[in-house]
């Protein structure tokens, strides 16, 4: 059964940084876009990054861009968020998620999902 699974979430201060891993068991996802989501309770999820299956091009939110970096390692089956000078808008369940094709910013377009890892951010 395939499994994503988030890890490296956690408390830090503004303008910290985080690295976030997902990773992919019970199936290889080499072909498959990954992308990260994140969510606040009571409100919308919202695209943070999306990548595809080589790792050639990569899509960030504007709300974090140039904070935030999305790469993957297929040897791995795992991928990661790099997050810098976080602040505290950004506290959120992070989840990551897979899908046959193109990178996509509509998390309607994906397949499989982590369970989410939390981010908090303290001003």
């Known amino acids: 059964q395939a499994q994503l699974v988030e890890s490296g979430g956690g408390l830090v201060q503004a303008g910290g940084s985080l690295r976030l891993s997902c990773a992919a068991s019970?199936?290889?996802?080499?072909?498959?876009?990954m992308g990260w989501f994140r969510q606040v309770p009571g409100k919308e999820g919202e695209f943070v990054a999306a990548?595809?299956?080589?790792?050639?091009?990569?899509y960030i939110a504007d709300s974090v861009k140039g904070r935030f970096t999305i790469s993957r390692d297929n040897a791995k089956n795992t991928i990661y968020l790099q997050m810098i000078s976080l602040k505290p808008e950004d506290t959120a369940v992070y989840y990551c998620?897979?899908?046959w094709g193109d990178g996509s910013y509509s998390s309607g377009d994906y397949d499989y999902w982590g369970q989410g890892t939390q981010v908090t951010v303290s001003s």
């Open positions: 019970g199936r290889t996802f080499s072909r498959h876009a």
């Open positions: 998620a897979a899908r």
């Open positions: 990548i595809t299956w080589s790792g050639f091009h990569t």
